[in-house]
Protein backbone atom coordinates (compact mmCIF):
# COMPACT_ATOMS: atom_id res chain seq x y z
CA UNK A 1 0.00 0.00 0.00
CA UNK A 2 1.73 3.24 -1.35
CA UNK A 3 0.72 6.73 -0.55
CA UNK A 4 0.69 9.35 -3.40
CA UNK A 5 3.36 11.18 -1.22
CA UNK A 6 5.44 8.29 -1.56
CA UNK A 7 5.93 8.59 -5.19
CA UNK A 8 8.49 11.25 -5.23
CA UNK A 9 6.05 13.34 -6.97
CA UNK A 10 5.84 17.23 -7.34
CA UNK A 11 3.89 19.25 -4.57
CA UNK A 12 1.09 20.07 -7.24
CA UNK A 13 0.64 16.67 -8.26
CA UNK A 14 0.31 15.73 -5.14
CA UNK A 15 -2.35 18.36 -4.40
CA UNK A 16 -3.89 17.64 -7.72
CA UNK A 17 -4.34 14.17 -6.60
CA UNK A 18 -5.65 15.20 -3.14
CA UNK A 19 -8.44 17.32 -4.90
CA UNK A 20 -9.66 14.45 -7.16
CA UNK A 21 -10.19 12.35 -3.55
CA UNK A 22 -7.45 10.00 -4.71
CA UNK A 23 -5.47 9.02 -1.18
CA UNK A 24 -3.75 5.82 -1.92
CA UNK A 25 -2.13 4.22 -5.51
CA UNK A 26 -4.14 1.50 -6.85
CA UNK A 27 -2.04 -1.36 -7.37
CA UNK A 28 -1.49 -0.88 -11.34
CA UNK A 29 -0.31 2.81 -10.14
CA UNK A 30 2.12 1.88 -7.33
CA UNK A 31 3.98 -0.41 -9.63
CA UNK A 32 3.86 1.39 -13.01
CA UNK A 33 4.41 4.77 -11.59
CA UNK A 34 8.39 4.19 -10.25
CA UNK A 35 9.45 2.81 -13.22
CA UNK A 36 7.59 5.31 -16.00
CA UNK A 37 9.50 8.16 -13.91
CA UNK A 38 13.06 6.26 -14.34
CA UNK A 39 11.64 6.83 -18.08
CA UNK A 40 11.05 3.26 -19.08
CA UNK A 41 8.94 1.78 -22.20
CA UNK A 42 6.11 -0.14 -20.34
CA UNK A 43 3.30 -2.77 -20.85
CA UNK A 44 0.70 -1.88 -18.52
CA UNK A 45 -1.95 -4.68 -17.55
CA UNK A 46 -4.32 -4.57 -14.88
CA UNK A 47 -8.88 -5.25 -14.49
CA UNK A 48 -11.25 -2.64 -15.63
CA UNK A 49 -11.40 0.70 -13.31
CA UNK A 50 -8.40 0.40 -11.36
CA UNK A 51 -6.92 3.66 -12.37
CA UNK A 52 -4.80 2.83 -15.26
CA UNK A 53 -5.32 6.40 -16.63
CA UNK A 54 -3.47 8.33 -14.06
CA UNK A 55 -0.90 5.27 -13.73
CA UNK A 56 0.42 6.70 -17.13
CA UNK A 57 -1.17 10.33 -16.48
CA UNK A 58 1.03 10.93 -13.07
CA UNK A 59 4.18 9.99 -14.43
CA UNK A 60 3.64 11.91 -18.18
CA UNK A 61 2.77 14.92 -15.90
CA UNK A 62 6.29 14.88 -14.08
CA UNK A 63 7.90 14.36 -17.56
CA UNK A 64 6.57 17.78 -18.98
CA UNK A 65 8.49 21.07 -19.37
CA UNK A 66 5.58 23.59 -17.58
CA UNK A 67 4.76 26.76 -19.89
CA UNK A 68 6.70 25.15 -22.87
CA UNK A 69 5.11 25.85 -26.18
CA UNK A 70 6.52 22.36 -27.47
CA UNK A 71 4.20 19.42 -28.39
CA UNK A 72 5.56 16.47 -26.00
CA UNK A 73 3.46 14.14 -26.44
CA UNK A 74 0.81 12.06 -27.85
CA UNK A 75 -1.88 10.06 -26.12
CA UNK A 76 -3.44 7.52 -28.72
CA UNK A 77 -7.25 6.39 -27.58
CA UNK A 78 -9.85 4.06 -30.14
CA UNK A 79 -13.05 6.23 -29.72
CA UNK A 80 -13.29 10.11 -29.15
CA UNK A 81 -15.45 9.88 -25.86
CA UNK A 82 -12.21 7.93 -24.75
CA UNK A 83 -9.69 10.25 -26.04
CA UNK A 84 -12.41 13.55 -24.67
CA UNK A 85 -12.49 11.74 -21.31
CA UNK A 86 -8.30 10.32 -20.95
CA UNK A 87 -7.36 14.30 -21.89
CA UNK A 88 -9.99 15.52 -18.78
CA UNK A 89 -8.37 13.20 -16.43
CA UNK A 90 -4.86 14.46 -17.01
CA UNK A 91 -6.05 18.07 -16.75
CA UNK A 92 -7.55 17.60 -13.48
CA UNK A 93 -3.81 15.81 -12.54
CA UNK A 94 -2.72 19.23 -14.03
CA UNK A 95 -4.62 21.49 -12.47
CA UNK A 96 -1.55 22.83 -10.43
CA UNK A 97 0.68 22.76 -13.24
CA UNK A 98 0.70 25.07 -16.73
CA UNK A 99 0.30 22.05 -19.15
CA UNK A 100 -2.58 21.39 -20.77
CA UNK A 101 -3.85 18.41 -23.05
CA UNK A 102 -6.14 19.34 -25.64
CA UNK A 103 -8.28 16.05 -27.15
CA UNK A 104 -8.58 15.53 -31.02
CA UNK A 105 -10.75 13.49 -32.60
CA UNK A 106 -12.73 12.56 -35.59
CA UNK A 107 -16.41 13.73 -36.14
CA UNK A 108 -15.29 17.14 -34.60
CA UNK A 109 -14.70 20.43 -36.72
CA UNK A 110 -10.54 20.21 -37.75
CA UNK A 111 -10.60 24.11 -37.84
CA UNK A 112 -11.55 24.32 -34.60
CA UNK A 113 -9.29 21.52 -33.34
CA UNK A 114 -6.30 24.13 -35.25
CA UNK A 115 -7.43 26.51 -33.64
CA UNK A 116 -6.81 24.71 -30.33
CA UNK A 117 -3.23 23.26 -31.23
CA UNK A 118 -2.58 26.68 -32.01
CA UNK A 119 -2.24 27.63 -28.50
CA UNK A 120 0.39 25.31 -28.02
CA UNK A 121 -0.90 22.09 -25.61
CA UNK A 122 1.71 19.77 -24.65
CA UNK A 123 -0.45 16.90 -24.53
CA UNK A 124 -2.29 15.93 -27.37
CA UNK A 125 -5.32 13.25 -26.70
CA UNK A 126 -6.31 11.78 -30.31
CA UNK A 127 -7.77 8.95 -31.98
CA UNK A 128 -5.41 7.66 -34.38
CA UNK A 129 -7.15 8.56 -37.89
CA UNK A 130 -7.98 12.32 -36.69
CA UNK A 131 -4.35 12.37 -35.73
CA UNK A 132 -2.69 11.63 -38.90
CA UNK A 133 -4.89 13.98 -40.24
CA UNK A 134 -2.99 16.48 -38.59
CA UNK A 135 -0.05 15.10 -39.44
CA UNK A 136 -0.43 15.37 -43.31
CA UNK A 137 -1.76 18.60 -42.61
CA UNK A 138 1.37 19.36 -40.86
CA UNK A 139 -1.04 21.39 -37.79
CA UNK A 140 1.26 18.77 -35.44
CA UNK A 141 4.45 19.24 -34.51
CA UNK A 142 5.98 15.57 -33.95
CA UNK A 143 9.92 16.94 -33.24
CA UNK A 144 9.62 17.57 -29.38
CA UNK A 145 7.40 14.68 -28.59
CA UNK A 146 9.28 12.26 -26.08
CA UNK A 147 6.12 10.27 -24.56
CA UNK A 148 3.81 8.10 -26.28
CA UNK A 149 1.22 6.58 -25.18
CA UNK A 150 -1.44 3.26 -26.07
CA UNK A 151 -4.62 3.57 -24.23
CA UNK A 152 -6.81 0.39 -24.79
CA UNK A 153 -4.12 -0.69 -27.41
CA UNK A 154 -6.10 -3.35 -28.48
CA UNK A 155 -9.09 -1.78 -29.35
CA UNK A 156 -7.29 -0.14 -31.37
CA UNK A 157 -5.83 -3.00 -33.46
CA UNK A 158 -9.05 -4.81 -33.30
CA UNK A 159 -10.49 -1.16 -34.88
CA UNK A 160 -8.23 -1.42 -37.70
CA UNK A 161 -5.87 1.32 -36.84
CA UNK A 162 -2.93 -0.84 -36.85
CA UNK A 163 -1.41 0.88 -39.98
CA UNK A 164 -1.68 4.37 -38.53
CA UNK A 165 -0.55 3.44 -35.37
CA UNK A 166 2.51 1.92 -37.37
CA UNK A 167 2.77 5.38 -39.41
CA UNK A 168 2.62 7.36 -36.21
CA UNK A 169 5.09 5.29 -34.18
CA UNK A 170 7.78 5.25 -37.30
CA UNK A 171 7.37 9.13 -37.38
CA UNK A 172 7.82 9.94 -33.73
CA UNK A 173 11.11 10.83 -32.55
CA UNK A 174 12.98 7.38 -32.09
CA UNK A 175 14.19 9.07 -28.68
CA UNK A 176 10.98 8.26 -26.70
CA UNK A 177 9.62 6.82 -24.18
CA UNK A 178 6.31 4.31 -25.17
CA UNK A 179 3.61 3.47 -22.83
CA UNK A 180 0.79 1.11 -23.41
CA UNK A 181 -2.19 0.25 -21.64
CA UNK A 182 -5.09 -1.98 -21.54
CA UNK A 183 -6.81 -4.57 -19.47
CA UNK A 184 -6.85 -7.15 -21.71
CA UNK A 185 -3.47 -8.11 -23.80
CA UNK A 186 -4.11 -10.19 -26.93
CA UNK A 187 -0.99 -11.80 -28.19
CA UNK A 188 -1.06 -9.87 -31.26
CA UNK A 189 -0.18 -6.54 -29.08
CA UNK A 190 3.31 -8.51 -28.56
CA UNK A 191 4.06 -7.57 -32.52
CA UNK A 192 3.39 -3.68 -31.57
CA UNK A 193 5.67 -3.82 -29.18
CA UNK A 194 8.33 -5.93 -30.15
CA UNK A 195 8.54 -3.17 -32.88
CA UNK A 196 7.70 -0.04 -31.60
CA UNK A 197 8.93 -0.10 -27.97
CA UNK A 198 12.84 -0.51 -26.44
CA UNK A 199 12.68 -3.69 -24.23
CA UNK A 200 9.55 -3.17 -22.09
CA UNK A 201 8.82 -4.29 -18.90
CA UNK A 202 5.70 -5.80 -18.88
CA UNK A 203 4.17 -4.81 -15.62
CA UNK A 204 0.53 -6.80 -15.09
CA UNK A 205 -1.15 -6.39 -11.58
CA UNK A 206 -1.15 -10.50 -10.53
CA UNK A 207 -4.91 -10.99 -10.02
CA UNK A 208 -6.61 -14.99 -9.70
CA UNK A 209 -9.39 -13.50 -12.47
CA UNK A 210 -9.31 -11.08 -15.42
CA UNK A 211 -12.66 -9.32 -13.88
CA UNK A 212 -12.81 -7.11 -10.66
CA UNK A 213 -13.94 -9.14 -7.29
CA UNK A 214 -16.73 -6.17 -6.82
CA UNK A 215 -18.56 -6.81 -9.63
CA UNK A 216 -21.27 -10.23 -8.71
CA UNK A 217 -21.55 -11.61 -11.84
CA UNK A 218 -24.24 -13.58 -13.27
CA UNK A 219 -26.21 -15.06 -16.19
CA UNK A 220 -29.82 -15.85 -17.08
CA UNK A 221 -30.21 -18.98 -19.94
CA UNK A 222 -33.51 -17.90 -22.22
CA UNK A 223 -34.58 -18.30 -25.32
CA UNK A 224 -33.60 -15.16 -27.80
CA UNK A 225 -37.39 -14.17 -27.78
CA UNK A 226 -37.80 -14.12 -24.01
CA UNK A 227 -34.91 -11.74 -23.83
CA UNK A 228 -36.09 -8.44 -24.10
CA UNK A 229 -39.27 -9.28 -20.94
CA UNK A 230 -36.55 -10.49 -18.95
CA UNK A 231 -34.36 -7.19 -19.41
CA UNK A 232 -37.99 -5.25 -18.71
CA UNK A 233 -37.78 -7.36 -15.26
CA UNK A 234 -34.58 -7.38 -14.22
CA UNK A 235 -34.74 -3.53 -14.98
CA UNK A 236 -37.59 -3.13 -12.59
CA UNK A 237 -36.40 -5.86 -10.08
CA UNK A 238 -33.12 -4.51 -9.86
CA UNK A 239 -34.07 -0.53 -10.10
CA UNK A 240 -30.54 0.36 -11.02
CA UNK A 241 -29.16 3.30 -10.60
CA UNK A 242 -27.42 3.98 -13.97
CA UNK A 243 -27.40 1.15 -16.05
CA UNK A 244 -25.33 -0.40 -19.94
CA UNK A 245 -27.30 -2.45 -21.83
CA UNK A 246 -25.02 -4.06 -24.36
CA UNK A 247 -26.42 -5.16 -28.16
CA UNK A 248 -24.72 -6.42 -30.60
CA UNK A 249 -25.08 -4.05 -33.61
CA UNK A 250 -26.15 -0.67 -34.06
CA UNK A 251 -29.55 -2.10 -35.55
CA UNK A 252 -30.10 -3.58 -31.97
CA UNK A 253 -29.06 -0.95 -29.88
CA UNK A 254 -31.60 1.24 -32.18
CA UNK A 255 -34.62 -1.15 -31.61
CA UNK A 256 -33.72 -1.76 -28.04
CA UNK A 257 -33.51 1.95 -27.02
CA UNK A 258 -36.84 2.02 -28.99
CA UNK A 259 -38.22 -0.80 -27.45
CA UNK A 260 -37.65 0.52 -23.79
CA UNK A 261 -39.07 3.98 -24.02
CA UNK A 262 -42.23 2.65 -25.66
CA UNK A 263 -42.31 0.49 -22.62
CA UNK A 264 -41.68 3.74 -20.40
CA UNK A 265 -38.12 3.78 -19.60
CA UNK A 266 -35.71 6.50 -19.97
CA UNK A 267 -32.86 5.59 -22.26
CA UNK A 268 -30.76 6.70 -25.05
CA UNK A 269 -28.51 4.81 -27.38
CA UNK A 270 -25.66 4.87 -28.53
CA UNK A 271 -23.04 3.86 -31.34
CA UNK A 272 -20.64 4.48 -34.42
CA UNK A 273 -23.09 5.85 -36.70
CA UNK A 274 -24.46 8.83 -34.47
CA UNK A 275 -23.23 12.06 -35.25
CA UNK A 276 -20.20 13.25 -33.15
CA UNK A 277 -21.93 16.10 -31.70
CA UNK A 278 -25.36 13.66 -30.87
CA UNK A 279 -23.12 10.99 -28.88
CA UNK A 280 -21.48 13.05 -26.33
CA UNK A 281 -24.93 14.87 -25.84
CA UNK A 282 -26.03 11.48 -24.86
CA UNK A 283 -23.35 10.48 -22.96
CA UNK A 284 -23.66 14.05 -20.89
CA UNK A 285 -26.83 13.32 -20.15
CA UNK A 286 -26.29 9.99 -19.07
CA UNK A 287 -23.33 11.22 -17.05
CA UNK A 288 -25.78 13.45 -15.33
CA UNK A 289 -28.40 11.04 -14.90
CA UNK A 290 -30.50 12.85 -17.03
CA UNK A 291 -31.42 9.60 -18.36
CA UNK A 292 -30.51 6.20 -16.43
CA UNK A 293 -30.09 3.79 -18.92
CA UNK A 294 -27.87 3.99 -22.21
CA UNK A 295 -28.04 1.23 -24.53
CA UNK A 296 -24.26 0.82 -26.47
CA UNK A 297 -22.16 -1.23 -28.51
CA UNK A 298 -19.30 -2.43 -27.57
CA UNK A 299 -16.94 0.27 -28.87
CA UNK A 300 -18.92 3.25 -27.62
CA UNK A 301 -18.21 1.77 -24.48
CA UNK A 302 -14.67 0.75 -24.41
CA UNK A 303 -12.87 2.95 -21.20
CA UNK A 304 -15.83 4.73 -20.07
CA UNK A 305 -15.40 5.80 -16.85
CA UNK A 306 -19.26 6.74 -15.73
CA UNK A 307 -19.78 6.74 -11.72
CA UNK A 308 -23.07 5.66 -10.84
CA UNK A 309 -23.30 2.71 -13.10
CA UNK A 310 -24.53 -0.17 -11.23
CA UNK A 311 -25.67 -2.58 -13.66
CA UNK A 312 -24.66 -3.63 -17.11
CA UNK A 313 -26.70 -5.82 -18.93
CA UNK A 314 -25.23 -7.92 -21.54
CA UNK A 315 -28.83 -8.58 -23.83
CA UNK A 316 -26.37 -10.64 -26.76
CA UNK A 317 -23.14 -12.39 -25.65
CA UNK A 318 -20.18 -10.08 -27.06
CA UNK A 319 -17.95 -12.14 -29.78
CA UNK A 320 -15.03 -12.79 -27.94
CA UNK A 321 -13.99 -12.67 -23.97
CA UNK A 322 -11.90 -9.81 -24.25
CA UNK A 323 -15.40 -7.42 -25.39
CA UNK A 324 -17.34 -9.22 -21.47
CA UNK A 325 -14.68 -8.19 -19.35
CA UNK A 326 -14.49 -4.58 -20.98
CA UNK A 327 -18.00 -4.25 -21.15
CA UNK A 328 -18.98 -5.51 -17.14
CA UNK A 329 -16.11 -3.64 -16.06
CA UNK A 330 -18.17 0.08 -17.06
CA UNK A 331 -19.42 -1.03 -13.80
CA UNK A 332 -17.37 -2.16 -10.47
CA UNK A 333 -14.95 0.99 -10.89
CA UNK A 334 -12.56 1.95 -8.55
CA UNK A 335 -13.73 -0.31 -5.45
CA UNK A 336 -17.46 0.21 -5.84
CA UNK A 337 -19.95 -2.70 -6.27
CA UNK A 338 -21.47 -3.54 -9.35
CA UNK A 339 -23.63 -6.36 -11.09
CA UNK A 340 -23.43 -7.53 -14.76
CA UNK A 341 -26.35 -10.10 -15.87
CA UNK A 342 -25.50 -12.37 -19.10
CA UNK A 343 -28.06 -13.56 -21.05
CA UNK A 344 -27.49 -16.58 -22.93
CA UNK A 345 -29.38 -18.53 -25.79
CA UNK A 346 -28.95 -22.12 -25.28
CA UNK A 347 -27.03 -22.69 -28.78
CA UNK A 348 -24.54 -19.90 -26.97
CA UNK A 349 -23.44 -21.88 -24.37
CA UNK A 350 -19.87 -22.97 -25.26
CA UNK A 351 -19.28 -18.90 -25.45
CA UNK A 352 -20.10 -18.86 -22.21
CA UNK A 353 -17.77 -21.38 -21.27
CA UNK A 354 -14.77 -19.28 -23.37
CA UNK A 355 -15.65 -16.49 -21.40
CA UNK A 356 -15.79 -18.01 -18.09
CA UNK A 357 -12.24 -19.96 -19.38
CA UNK A 358 -10.47 -16.24 -19.73
CA UNK A 359 -11.89 -14.53 -16.93
CA UNK A 360 -11.67 -17.82 -14.78
CA UNK A 361 -13.94 -16.34 -13.06
CA UNK A 362 -17.78 -18.41 -13.28
CA UNK A 363 -20.83 -16.35 -13.37
CA UNK A 364 -23.26 -17.33 -11.56
CA UNK A 365 -27.11 -18.75 -12.89
CA UNK A 366 -29.78 -16.95 -12.15
CA UNK A 367 -33.35 -18.36 -13.49
CA UNK A 368 -35.70 -15.42 -15.19
CA UNK A 369 -37.08 -13.40 -13.51
CA UNK A 370 -40.66 -13.58 -13.53
CA UNK A 371 -43.37 -11.01 -13.97
CA UNK A 372 -44.63 -11.46 -10.24
CA UNK A 373 -41.39 -10.12 -9.06
CA UNK A 374 -41.44 -7.59 -11.42
CA UNK A 375 -45.21 -6.26 -10.16
CA UNK A 376 -43.84 -6.92 -6.76
CA UNK A 377 -40.75 -4.72 -7.18
CA UNK A 378 -42.95 -2.03 -9.20
CA UNK A 379 -45.19 -1.93 -6.17
CA UNK A 380 -42.36 -2.15 -3.57
CA UNK A 381 -40.59 1.05 -5.13
CA UNK A 382 -44.03 3.07 -5.48
CA UNK A 383 -44.41 2.51 -2.19
CA UNK A 384 -41.14 3.32 -0.77
CA UNK A 385 -41.99 7.04 -2.53
CA UNK A 386 -45.23 6.97 -1.05
CA UNK A 387 -44.21 6.39 2.29
CA UNK A 388 -40.98 8.67 1.67
CA UNK A 389 -43.45 11.89 0.86
CA UNK A 390 -45.76 11.38 3.64
CA UNK A 391 -42.77 11.52 5.79
CA UNK A 392 -42.11 14.78 4.72
CA UNK A 393 -44.66 17.50 7.05
CA UNK A 394 -47.81 17.96 4.91
CA UNK A 395 -49.56 21.28 5.02
CA UNK A 396 -52.53 21.50 7.18
CA UNK A 397 -54.79 22.00 4.21
CA UNK A 398 -53.80 19.18 2.39
CA UNK A 399 -54.37 17.23 5.56
CA UNK A 400 -57.62 18.48 5.86
CA UNK A 401 -58.86 17.26 2.41
CA UNK A 402 -57.23 14.05 3.41
CA UNK A 403 -59.54 14.20 6.40
CA UNK A 404 -62.73 14.70 4.00
CA UNK A 405 -61.71 11.72 1.76
CA UNK A 406 -60.82 9.29 4.71
CA UNK A 407 -64.40 9.90 6.23
CA UNK A 408 -66.31 9.03 3.06
CA UNK A 409 -63.83 6.28 1.66
CA UNK A 410 -62.72 3.21 2.72
CA UNK A 411 -58.36 4.04 3.94
CA UNK A 412 -57.62 0.83 2.13
CA UNK A 413 -59.26 1.78 -0.82
CA UNK A 414 -57.56 5.28 -1.23
CA UNK A 415 -54.08 3.77 -0.62
CA UNK A 416 -54.71 1.33 -3.18
CA UNK A 417 -55.21 4.05 -5.51
CA UNK A 418 -52.37 6.09 -4.40
CA UNK A 419 -50.28 3.35 -4.51
CA UNK A 420 -51.74 2.37 -8.22
CA UNK A 421 -50.90 6.50 -9.09
CA UNK A 422 -47.29 6.28 -8.00
CA UNK A 423 -46.54 2.70 -9.78
CA UNK A 424 -44.40 2.74 -12.88
CA UNK A 425 -46.98 2.21 -16.12
CA UNK A 426 -45.74 -0.78 -17.53
CA UNK A 427 -47.28 -0.89 -20.86
CA UNK A 428 -47.86 -4.25 -23.67
CA UNK A 429 -47.37 -1.57 -26.58
CA UNK A 430 -45.67 -3.89 -29.16
CA UNK A 431 -41.95 -3.79 -29.76
CA UNK A 432 -39.99 -4.77 -32.97
CA UNK A 433 -36.83 -6.42 -32.46
CA UNK A 434 -35.38 -8.39 -35.32
CA UNK A 435 -33.73 -11.61 -34.15
CA UNK A 436 -30.45 -11.69 -33.44
CA UNK A 437 -29.03 -14.99 -35.22
CA UNK A 438 -26.78 -16.85 -32.20
CA UNK A 439 -23.02 -16.22 -32.05
CA UNK A 440 -20.85 -18.87 -34.21
CA UNK A 441 -18.57 -20.92 -32.43
CA UNK A 442 -15.03 -20.22 -33.63
CA UNK A 443 -13.05 -22.31 -32.17
CA UNK A 444 -13.63 -25.07 -29.35
CA UNK A 445 -13.00 -23.05 -25.85
CA UNK A 446 -10.93 -25.10 -23.60
CA UNK A 447 -13.12 -26.73 -20.82
CA UNK A 448 -9.97 -28.84 -19.46
CA UNK A 449 -10.39 -29.34 -15.66
CA UNK A 450 -14.00 -27.68 -15.08
CA UNK A 451 -17.44 -28.82 -15.24
CA UNK A 452 -20.50 -26.85 -15.20
CA UNK A 453 -22.34 -29.97 -13.38
CA UNK A 454 -22.46 -28.65 -9.95
CA UNK A 455 -20.37 -25.18 -8.78
CA UNK A 456 -17.87 -27.52 -6.49
CA UNK A 457 -16.25 -29.13 -9.28
CA UNK A 458 -15.31 -25.93 -11.08
CA UNK A 459 -11.82 -24.80 -10.84
CA UNK A 460 -12.48 -20.70 -11.32
CA UNK A 461 -13.50 -19.45 -8.28
CA UNK A 462 -17.16 -18.69 -7.98
CA UNK A 463 -17.67 -15.12 -6.62
CA UNK A 464 -19.99 -15.98 -3.69
CA UNK A 465 -16.66 -18.90 -2.74
CA UNK A 466 -14.39 -15.82 -2.08
CA UNK A 467 -15.97 -14.72 1.19
CA UNK A 468 -16.97 -16.86 3.41
CA UNK A 469 -19.14 -14.67 4.98
CA UNK A 470 -21.58 -15.15 1.80
CA UNK A 471 -22.98 -12.51 -0.23
CA UNK A 472 -24.20 -10.24 2.49
CA UNK A 473 -20.75 -9.60 3.80
CA UNK A 474 -18.90 -8.74 0.83
CA UNK A 475 -18.49 -5.34 1.39
CA UNK A 476 -16.45 -5.54 4.50
CA UNK A 477 -13.85 -7.98 2.75
CA UNK A 478 -13.43 -5.77 -0.10
CA UNK A 479 -10.11 -5.86 -1.28
CA UNK A 480 -10.44 -3.46 -3.51
CA UNK A 481 -11.66 -0.93 -1.19
CA UNK A 482 -8.51 -0.06 -0.15
CA UNK A 483 -7.98 2.57 -2.68
CA UNK A 484 -11.44 3.83 -2.40
CA UNK A 485 -12.03 7.53 -3.14
CA UNK A 486 -12.40 9.43 0.07
CA UNK A 487 -15.65 10.78 0.94
CA UNK A 488 -16.25 13.97 -0.56
CA UNK A 489 -15.77 16.50 2.48
CA UNK A 490 -18.11 19.19 0.36
N1 LIG B 1 -5.78 5.89 -6.57
C1 LIG B 1 -7.08 6.06 -6.78
N2 LIG B 1 -7.94 6.15 -5.76
C2 LIG B 1 -9.27 6.31 -5.98
N3 LIG B 1 -9.84 6.40 -7.21
C3 LIG B 1 -9.02 6.32 -8.26
C4 LIG B 1 -7.60 6.15 -8.12
N4 LIG B 1 -7.06 6.11 -9.34
C5 LIG B 1 -8.07 6.25 -10.22
N5 LIG B 1 -9.24 6.39 -9.58
C6 LIG B 1 -10.57 6.56 -10.19
O1 LIG B 1 -11.00 5.27 -10.59
C7 LIG B 1 -11.80 5.35 -11.74
C8 LIG B 1 -11.32 4.36 -12.80
O2 LIG B 1 -10.07 4.76 -13.31
P1 LIG B 1 -9.65 4.56 -14.84
O3 LIG B 1 -10.71 5.06 -15.75
O4 LIG B 1 -8.29 5.11 -14.98
O5 LIG B 1 -9.63 2.96 -14.91
P2 LIG B 1 -8.97 2.00 -16.02
O6 LIG B 1 -8.07 1.10 -15.26
O7 LIG B 1 -8.39 2.82 -17.10
O8 LIG B 1 -10.24 1.18 -16.52
P3 LIG B 1 -10.59 0.61 -18.00
O9 LIG B 1 -9.82 -0.67 -18.16
O10 LIG B 1 -12.06 0.37 -17.94
O11 LIG B 1 -10.20 1.65 -18.99
C9 LIG B 1 -11.74 6.79 -12.21
O12 LIG B 1 -12.94 7.45 -11.81
C10 LIG B 1 -10.56 7.36 -11.48
O13 LIG B 1 -10.68 8.75 -11.26
MG1 LIG C 1 -8.81 3.09 -19.10
Redesign the pocket.
Same mark, same amino acid.
Not at 48 to 54: H, I, S, V
Given at each position: MTLFNELGLHDKIIKAVDD? #??? %? +??P??EQVIPFAMEGMDIIGQ +?Q !? $? !? #? %? !? +?AFGIPLLSKIEEGSTELQSIVLAPTRELAIQVSE?INRLAKYKNINALPVYGGEDIMKQIRGLKKRPQIVVATPGRFMDHMRRKTIKLDSIHTVILD?ADEMLSMGFIEDIETILEEVPNERQTLLF /??TMPPRIKNISQKFMQDPKHIAVKNKTMTVDTIDQKYIELKEKDKFDALCRLIDINGPELSIIFGRTKRRVDELSEALSIRGYEVEGIHGDLKQERREKVLRKFKRGGIKILVATDVAAR $?L?I /?GVTHVFNFDLPQDPESYV?RI $?RTG? +?GKNGISYTFVTPREKEHLYAIEATTKRAMDKVPMPTEEQAKNARYKQAAEKLISISEKTQTEDIKEAAKLILEQYDALDIVSAALKMMTKETSNAPVKLTEEAPLRVKKKPQRSGYSRNGERSRNFPSKNRNYSGGKGERTGHNKNKQ?? %?KKATS
Open positions: M #GFV %K +ASIQ +A !T $G !T #G %K !T +AEE /SA $GD /SH $GR +AYN %K
